[in-house]
């Protein structure tokens, strides 16, 4: 059988934080994840099953450091280490770049994102029934050539298009199911950067409880409650310390049709951003964090 190399779920995302704890306060204390480890440097979080779905590094820099994607066996990690080897991306790491995972190796991709991909995460499940979401579901990027970036998703991971919007503003891409894992929106006028970072929840009722949170926590949502129409997620968006919004959703779109076309939206339709008539702030584009240089 002919392996052609593709991710089949998100893994995590690492964030450069000038304040590890602060960063890792607001993530259990607001968004309800658990604390796995600490050490001077790192600050590893998660939801699931997994060790870590949330890495914050100490940085001199808010940034992104890098996105982790699973591969679902060896043989498809090689196959995509052999596709960035052809396309020429600078490899940073032959092995995983972090612990607790069996192999991988990291390289720096289009506008200037670090990937991971990798595979055999430790199992840590030590979950307590308590608030939170049930797991890391995507990130959104805002990039100044989406078509480029799209492309390098699509050939070297094997991500599939699910809805476009216009021309070339926004893509939603999946590698397995569910409606999209990353979500790339051209941002001609800004530098690259991680937009959001998002997690699944139960029901629309843990929204409400996350706005609840967050305003004891001084702060207040952003945006939403709201239902999306690319993706049909319902969300709800706060600020976290170092300028990347976090978004909690539930109810997303799944596709279990691997020959699905994508869907198109026209760019002018309010409907792909949202069904319910609640516009997003004028300012909801300008938060991000950049891609940290290696």
Not at 44 to 67: C, N, R
Not at 109 to 133: C, I, K, Q
Request: charged share 20%; aromatic share 10%; proline share 4%.
């Amino acid at each position: 059988m002919t392996t052609t190399g593709s991710v089949c779920a998100m893994g995590y995302v690492a964030l450069g934080s000038r304040d590890l704890a602060a960063s890792t306060r607001m993530a259990t204390d607001v968004l309800g994840l658990r604390s796995v480890e600490n050490t001077a440097t790192r600050a590893f979080l998660s939801a699931a099953d997994t060790h870590h779905e949330l890495v914050y590094v100490k940085s001199e820099t808010e940034g992104v450091d890098h996105i982790g994607l699973v591969a679902p066996d060896h043989d498809n990690l090689a196959a995509i280490r052999e596709k960035v080897r052809r396309g020429g991306w600078r490899v940073i790491s032959e092995q995983p770049i972090e612990d607790h995972i069996e192999e991988g190796f990291a390289f720096v991709g289009p506008e200037g994102f670090t990937w991971h991909v990798y595979r055999g995460m430790s199992l840590w499940d030590a979950r307590g029934g308590g608030m939170g979401p049930d797991r890391y579901g995507h990130v959104n990027i805002k990039v100044r050539d989406s078509v480029a970036m799209v492309a390098f998703l699509v050939d070297v991971f094997g991500f599939m298009v699910s809805d476009r919007i216009g021309d070339d503003f926004a893509f939603f891409l999946r590698c397995n199911p569910e409606h999209h894992g990353i979500a790339v929106v051209k941002a001609v006028d800004q530098a690259p950067s991680l937009h959001h970072h998002a997690w699944q929840a139960q029901s629309i009722a843990e929204l409400g409880k996350l706005a609840d949170r967050v305003k004891k926590s001084g702060s207040r949502l952003l945006w939403g409650p709201v239902r999306h129409g690319a993706g049909h997620n319902i969300a709800a968006y706060y600020i976290e310390p170092g300028a990347a919004l976090v978004e909690l959703y539930t109810d997303m779109e799944m596709i279990y049709d691997p020959c699905r076309e994508a869907l198109v939206w026209a760019f002018e339709d309010p409907g792909w951003l949202s069904q319910w008539e609640t516009l997003s702030p004028d300012n909801m584009l300008t938060f991000g964090i950049p891609a940290i240089e290696r």
